[in-house]
């Protein structure tokens, strides 16, 4: 599913769509980690997807383009697979880009 949804990000003008899954949460003292943040049980892990875009206009106009578009109801499984009360959505603009 998540090749199919960054092919659509692709499609309609996302520059990169990526996901990561969390590989080292160990904690420096005095570093809040996220496990501690987000209170990972055990057995659950960490995924975090960035979609990169233009602009904050350019994102805007895809993202209607994207949710418009029949492919993204044909790639969203009819039962979610994983706990959707726990997914987060932000936009962000760039702060540092070296």
């Not at 996302?14 to 209170?39: C, H, N, Q, R, W």
């Not at 206009?57 to 994207?66: A, G, L, P, T, V």
Request: aromatic share 12%.
């Amino acid at each position: 599913m998540a090749e199919k949804a960054g092919n659509l990000f692709r499609k309609h003008g996302a520059l990169a769509y990526k996901e990561y899954v969390a590989s080292d949460l160990k904690v420096m003292e005095g570093i809040t980690s996220f496990p501690g943040i987000i209170k990972l049980e055990a057995g659950e892990t960490l995924v975090y997807a960035a979609v990169e875009f233009e602009c904050e206009s350019h994102r805007n106009e895809s993202m209607q383009r994207i949710f418009a578009d029949p492919e993204m109801n044909a790639i969203m499984p009819k039962e979610p697979f994983f706990d959707m009360k726990w997914m987060v959505y932000g936009g962000f603009a760039v702060l540092v880009d070296v």
